[in-house]
């Protein structure tokens, strides 16, 4: 018998522990959709993506030009935050001119929780209901931020795969 952290020797054979993996038996297409494609099949939104150390008058500026909700925060190529409209009203409304002029760094919701491309969008739906994030960053392999899935753009994709009654 092999441990599982002794790789084989030349005389032994490698049991596949996987080698009789049944794959699942989805009930609808909506469940299969969920499991098995991909975040990138989502087509994340494009994001708009700014420094850690932007003023947070000039992220309300944007957030309000651009009529987004959530805008992702940057430090050094790396997601370290989000800015949305919720932190507006939590921590900036009442206190905008003791803080308009600080890095949006001090006022973001920090180590925002994201997906990668190759998750599920199940993955994303979990995030959205446990954590009660309305928008969830798409990151690549690399870190890189590719996107950012809505609310909208998940429910189109549950209404695009959800079989007719």
Known sequence: ???????PTSDQ?????LENYDPPNYEDPLEAALDSRA?????????E???????????????AHLHHASLLIERDGKLVGMFTDRDLLDRVVLEY????????????TSDPVYVRETDSPAA????????????????????????IVSPRRIT???LEHSSPE
């Open 1 to 7: 018998m092999t441990s599982s952290n002794v790789p």
């Open 13 to 17: 054979k490698f049991e596949d522990p």
């Open 39 to 47: 975040v990138s099949e989502l087509q994340a939104q494009p994001c």
């Open 49 to 63: 993506i700014i420094s850690a150390d932007t003023t947070v008058a000039d992220a309300v500026g944007q957030l």
């Open 97 to 108: 001119e003791a803080c308009k002029d600080q890095p949006v760094s001090s006022v973001m």
């Open 124 to 147: 994303v739906l979990a995030i959205m209901a446990v954590s009660g994030f309305r928008h969830v960053p798409v990151l690549a392999g690399d870190g890189a931020i590719t996107g």
């Open 156 to 158: 189109e994709f549950l």
